[in-house]
């Protein structure tokens, strides 16, 4: 079963504020790399598998800027988002933050997610329900 896990930064660490960094992604049980043009093929085929009977898929990728740690945050509100459509380099991708205004991001407390998708973009279908989570997430604080 596909799983997730982000290795850096570690959770709960301190990123200074407006510098780039990147985000190391540890991955296992899934083909990376399939990725479909999504205006053109956006959930139009089923969840495929390969020949080593993984998922064929790909990565988003997400930061959310925490207002209230008593609150959800609201999912239309993203700081940073990236579809990661290489394949994992021995079982790990990289993504540098930098935002369309500037490099990194601005002083605040944030949630960092993955998001782990089939070829054509839909979330995946894993075999059992008593399982541990193919997603990831944690939280850092920008000063």
Do not use: W
């Not at 301190?14 to 985000?23: A, E």
């Not at 999504?38 to 207002?67: C, D, R, S, T, V």
């Not at 990661?84 to 990194?104: F, H, R």
């Amino acid at each position: 079963m596909t799983s997730t896990l982000i290795i850096f930064p570690e959770n709960e660490t301190t990123i200074p504020q407006n510098k780039k960094f990147t985000v190391k992604i540890a991955i296992a049980n899934l083909n990376t790399g399939f990725f479909s043009d999504p205006h053109f093929k956006y959930y139009m085929n089923p969840q495929q598998l390969g020949l080593n009977g993984f998922i064929n898929g790909h990565l988003h990728f997400m930061i959310q800027k925490i207002a209230d740690e008593s609150s959800s945050l609201p999912a239309n509100k993203v700081e940073f988002f990236q579809g990661l459509t290489d394949s994992a380099k021995k079982g790990i991708i990289s993504v540098d933050i930098e935002t369309a205004q500037k490099a990194g991001l601005t002083p605040g407390r944030y949630r960092i997610c993955t998001i782990v998708l089939s070829y054509t973009h839909q979330p995946i279908f894993m075999p059992v329900s008593k399982r541990g989570s193919q997603d990831d997430c944690i939280r850092i604080t920008v000063r």
